[in-house]
């Protein structure tokens, strides 16, 4: 919800009930030079309505005076506190915190089901299940899995220090590869890679550039967009002409996810930051977790969506043996 309105920052309303988030709020308009000014207000918490409600109104004037310069107020939030911020023309920033209510723990209705296909020593970048059986494994620079004779990659470019990487199935056509800057397709023994013109991951970089800017990946569901940015947060978007609107701002997720489809709806599959797994629904502005998290054995490297409908392709360094592994990720939609 955003809102333009113009108040002296020394006028308070005057609420009974004193609380932490409101003892908060009068400390950041304490330490806030006076007024007034144009505010521009931004909700990007998870807070019920309700409460940030309340929280707007203890910013709005006792009296009205003539417009200022702006200043944005942002009411947003970390997984342990609650934020408010504000931000002058000139760049100046105040903010304040107060912790989180103990929230009540309700159990997710589904659970995650992996299923690991392939594991080497060397870095995987995607994996792709072959009818009859056979795994095809990209690498940085070739072509290696389960019942196939590895093939070198000849790419026409330098690849960068963390590359990343998509397998297609292309039927009659053979495969089809995806790297920064480069495309490769063909049969597997007589691949040709060439420079991309319009490239899938920015040349030698391992991230995209979209509408919304620098992301790592993105999951469309719901009518909102998420994407995992180069800032290390994962931003909610609107879909359609609202779609630079960001209406989350979500920390301690990773950097890989992708849509899943399954029977009991369209989910985002999400890395978190202690190597955990964990699936999530769009509702009422808000992520809920749809399935438990699924603790790894090491961190996610790659996410991508599986050739399989309803499943996704998931690459894990475990930790104890040091091998890459490639699974596939799907929701049992049965419980748990």
């Known amino acids: 919800m955003e809102s333009r309105l113009i108040f002296a920052f020394f006028a308070l309303s005057a609420l009974a009930v004193a609380n932490e988030a409101e003892e908060a709020v009068r400390r950041f308009l304490a330490k806030v030079p006076k007024g007034p000014y144009a505010v521009v207000w931004r909700n990007l918490s998870t807070m019920p309505a309700a409460e940030a409600e309340r929280i707007h109104r203890m910013v709005e004037p006792a009296s009205i005076g003539e417009a200022g310069p702006e200043f944005r107020v942002t009411?947003?939030?970390?997984?342990?506190?609650?934020?408010?911020?504000g931000q002058s023309v000139d760049g100046k920033v105040w903010?304040?915190?107060?912790?989180?209510?103990?929230?009540?723990?309700?159990?997710?209705?589904?659970?995650?089901?992996?299923?690991?296909?392939?594991?080497?020593?060397?870095?995987?970048?995607?994996?792709?299940?072959?009818?009859g059986g056979r795994v095809l494994v990209l690498e940085p620079m070739r072509v290696s899995g389960k019942d196939v004779k590895t093939v070198g990659l000849s790419l026409p470019r330098p690849m960068p220090r963390d590359p990343?990487?998509?397998?297609?199935?292309?039927?009659?056509?053979?495969?089809?590869?995806?790297?920064?800057?480069?495309?490769?397709?063909?049969?597997?023994?007589?691949?040709?890679?060439?420079?991309?013109?319009?490239?899938?991951?920015?040349?030698?970089?391992?991230y995209f550039e979209g509408p919304r800017g620098r992301y790592y990946t993105m999951a469309e569901l719901d009518g909102v967009v998420v994407q995992a940015e180069t800032d290390g947060r994962t931003r909610v978007y609107a879909q359609g002409a609202g779609g630079d609107t960001v209406l989350r701002v979500i920390e301690g997720w990773g950097s890989e996810m992708t849509s899943i489809e399954s029977?009991?709806?369209?989910?985002?599959?999400?890395?978190?930051?202690?190597?955990?797994?964990?699936?999530?629904?769009?509702?009422?502005?808000?992520m809920y977790p749809s399935t438990a998290a699924l603790v790894l054995e090491g961190p996610v490297t790659a996410i991508w969506p599986s050739s399989e409908k309803g499943q996704a392709t998931v690459i894990v360094q475990n930790r104890s043996t040091g091998n890459y592994e490639a699974s596939r990720v799907s929701i049992d939609c049965s419980g748990n």
């Not at 009411?75 to 911020?85: A, R």
């Not at 029977?263 to 808000?286: I, K, M, N, P, W």
Request: charged share 20%.
């Open 75 to 85: 009411l947003s939030e970390n997984p342990k506190s609650y934020l408010i911020v």
């Open 95 to 131: 903010m304040e915190t107060w912790a989180k209510p103990v929230a009540r723990v309700e159990k997710p209705p589904y659970r995650l089901s992996r299923n690991v296909v392939w594991e080497q020593p060397t870095p995987i970048l995607d994996a792709l299940v072959m009818s």
């Open 164 to 206: 990343r990487g998509r397998i297609f199935d292309a039927g009659s056509e053979g495969i089809r590869i995806l790297l920064p800057g480069v495309r490769c397709a063909g049969p597997l023994q007589k691949l040709s890679c060439t420079t991309a013109r319009e490239p899938w991951i920015v040349a030698a970089r391992n």
């Open 263 to 286: 029977g009991c709806g369209t989910h985002v599959l999400a890395s978190l930051e202690a190597d955990q797994l964990q699936a999530f629904r769009y509702a009422g502005g808000q």
